[in-house]
């Protein structure tokens, strides 16, 4: 059975500042999907990684996928307010549909 | 393009009652998942569908528990008699995955449930 850790749990910062979450496994991912879902809605999807090592950025988030495909890690340069939300990835095996989503990382960026 | 549509969006009801959430999925997706999120544990997968059909329902709590897709562009989920600890936030999923995986899961707004 897949299980994905979320660290830190939450998180607390002024906005211009840099951040970095991160996404951990045991198990081995064919992809990996990050989403931030605010408040009163669902997850949206930002981003999706399925080679080891891989680097995508989308404005001024940085996303990579570990080169064993158990990691990843979500970095925000400059933090803004409206990056305040709940980050959530989730790992899927052999390619199928069925994501397993970790328990979030928090976010609170602070004007 | 419309997006998942779920309803109701809140819902408050007695313990014991039947509670039936409804999701309407993005036309021409095949796959449907509902989820549960709470606090305490996060958003669980409970039961998806490919092509109308039940693939997984290991994550569904117990008899209580129970979904339906009887067409393309409709499932249910039934809680019947409804507890106090089902209380939680539920959302339903669609995507499209033609031939293999990777493809975004796009989720409706959510249901909130408050079982008093």
């Known amino acids: 059975t897949q299980l994905l850790e979320q660290s830190p749990q939450f998180l607390s910062i002024q906005e211009g500042e840099n951040l970095t979450v991160y996404c951990n496994s045991s198990?081995?991912?064919?992809?990996l999907q990050w989403y931030r879902q605010e408040p009163g809605e669902g997850p949206v999807l930002l981003v999706t990684?399925?080679?080891?090592?891989e680097v995508k950025k989308l404005k001024r988030l940085t996303f990579q996928f570990g080169d064993a495909r158990k990691d990843s890690s979500l970095h925000i340069t400059a933090a803004q307010p409206g990056d305040t939300g709940l980050y959530l990835c989730?790992?899927?095996?052999?390619?199928?549909?069925?994501?397993?989503f970790g328990p979030g990382t928090r976010l609170s960026v602070l004007p | 393009d419309a997006g998942v549509i779920q309803s109701p969006r809140h819902e408050v009801t007695e313990m014991g009652q039947e509670v039936t959430l409804r999701c309407k999925p993005i036309?021409?997706?095949?796959?449907l998942f509902w989820y549960r999120q709470t606090m305490m544990r996060g958003l669980e997968l409970l039961i998806y569908?490919?092509?109308?059909?039940?693939?997984?329902d290991s994550g569904m709590p117990e008899d209580r528990f129970s979904a339906k897709m009887p067409n393309a562009s409709f499932s249910t989920l039934k809680i019947q008699p409804s507890e106090p600890r089902d209380s939680a936030v539920y959302f339903c999923?669609?995507?499209?995955?033609?031939?293999?995986?990777?493809?975004?899961?796009?989720f409706g707004d959510g249901t909130r449930l408050s079982i008093l």
């Open positions: 989730a790992g899927a095996e052999n390619y199928g549909q069925n994501f397993v």
């Open positions: 569908f490919n092509n109308n059909v039940p693939i997984d």
């Open positions: 198990s081995v991912f064919s992809s």
């Open positions: 999923a669609s995507s499209f995955s033609p031939g293999q995986g990777n493809q975004p899961q796009h």
């Open positions: 036309s021409g997706h095949d796959y």
């Open positions: 990684v399925v080679t080891g090592g």
